[in-house]
Nanobody, 120 residues
Framework: QVQLVESGGGLAQPGGSLRLSCLASGFTFTAYAMGWFRQAPGKEREFVAGINWIGSQFYSDSVKGRFTISRANAKNTMYLQMNSLKPEDTALYYC??????????????WGQGTQVTVSS
């Protein structure tokens, strides 16, 4: 079955950086787009970034220019490099599997999430 395991969350200071990883198993990683979502306390889950099977990237306006999504197909792993972090980036970050090669913002599987807290 599909398994998505996030890691790399933690506490960062404003302006700092973190890198999240998502290790995927149970499906052919290269055949699907992947993405990251986040959910802050009291708010709905929101799209952060998506990446096609071949590497084309998509970002929400709130993270564009600060976050970079990437994937290492040989390692079945997706990453989210987060720079210039802000307190409003504090959330539980989820890895998500797309339904096809290209990202369409409609994932069919989710990881358990990794907490990111940005605070001084």
């Amino acid at each position: 079955q599909v398994q998505l395991v996030e890691s790399g969350g933690g506490l960062a200071q404003p302006g700092g950086s973190l890198r999240l990883s998502c290790l995927a198993s149970g499906f052919t990683f290269t055949a699907y787009a992947m993405g990251w979502f986040r959910q802050a306390p009291g708010k709905e889950r929101e799209f952060v970034a998506g990446i096609n099977w071949i590497g084309s990237q998509f970002y929400s306006d709130s993270v564009k220019g600060r976050f970079t999504i990437s994937r290492a197909n040989a390692k079945n792993t997706m990453y989210l490099q987060m720079n210039s972090l802000k307190p409003e980036d504090t959330a539980l970050y989820y890895c998500a599997k797309g339904r096809q090669l290209t990202w369409n913002n409609d994932p069919d599987s989710w990881g358990q999430g990794t907490q990111v807290t940005v605070s001084s």
